[in-house]
């Protein structure tokens, strides 16, 4: 079948939206999807980083949500017309696996990151019959369908507005996750998020809704306005003496803190701002060496890397949806949406920090 996506060649060019054309049925425990709408991540574009390691020409994508169209097993848990949100890729049987911790696959990195499945490398390919590197964290949603294990697809009730729920399965999905999963966060307990972006931002609306007091940590007054308006205490990113200023706020340091831009200097300063025991959460990825100054993980202090969350995305959406619902989890106030020709706009302002969560809308019969 032939439909439009949206193709990155090289690691500093534009994406280009054009025809692909996807060459098989779905096999067993595989479902095709029709994209109603897919975010956009960092991750995405951290792949123009990725020093060639994410191969190109690819589509990427990967917090898409859409309509069931085809089905490769009759008795599949989700069935043709279902209404899913796609997560991550993860195996299924390793070790993390079989423990219920998916984002700790052991082919996580080559599963989501660098290609995808071996067998999918010649389905999708361009109009000259190039072959595009596929499911791109087991999904390649940037486009008007998408083929994906049955396994990374979370149904929901059919009366939500489908096409903003993409981002449950990924950035949303680890800002709260790392809050609710992680940390375990409940009422009486104190967060200080670094970094108020899309992930920051659903770590402070989840705390809130965990009962927790929170303060929230940027450089963006536009961003730190929206944390506020989410129930955290803002504090600009250059305060001077940050880490007491918390540790005032918090009655003698927060339990929890989550950093999001991986800065050096912030994670010091986090873990200075946490109380004896507490736990720093790190959701980036690391480009440099983290040197830590003397003390600051003294009396009980931890801190580890939280990858999408620690969730199972079968659970937690379903419980963030029912947040939503509640009015407790108002992730539809950082969606702007665009349609899918506009990506590289898209991709300027959240580089620009104009928009929190861009998502892409693929329009169909507009060609
Ligand atoms: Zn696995
Ligand atoms: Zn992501």
Redesign the pocket.
Known sequence: MRFQAAVLRSYAGPFAVEEVSLRTEPADGEILVEIAGCGM????LAVRRSAGRSPLPAVLG??GAGVVVRTGAPDAAIGVGDHVVLSFDSCGHCRSCRGAAPAYCDSFASLNLFGGREEDAPRLTDARGEALAPRW?GQSSFAEYALVPARNAVRVDPALPIELLGPLG??FL?GAGAVLNAFGAGPGDTVAVFGAGAVGLAAVMAAGAAGALTVAVDRHPQRLALAERFGAIPLPAGTAGLPERIRRLTDGGAQYALDTPASPPLVNDALRALRPTGSLGLVARLHTALPLAPGTLDRGRGIRHICEGDAVPGLLIPRLIRLWRAGRFPFDQLVRTYPLADINEAERDCDAGRVVKPVLLPERGSR
Do not use: K, L, N
């Open positions: 991540c960092r991750t995405d990967h917090e964290f990924c950035g680890s």
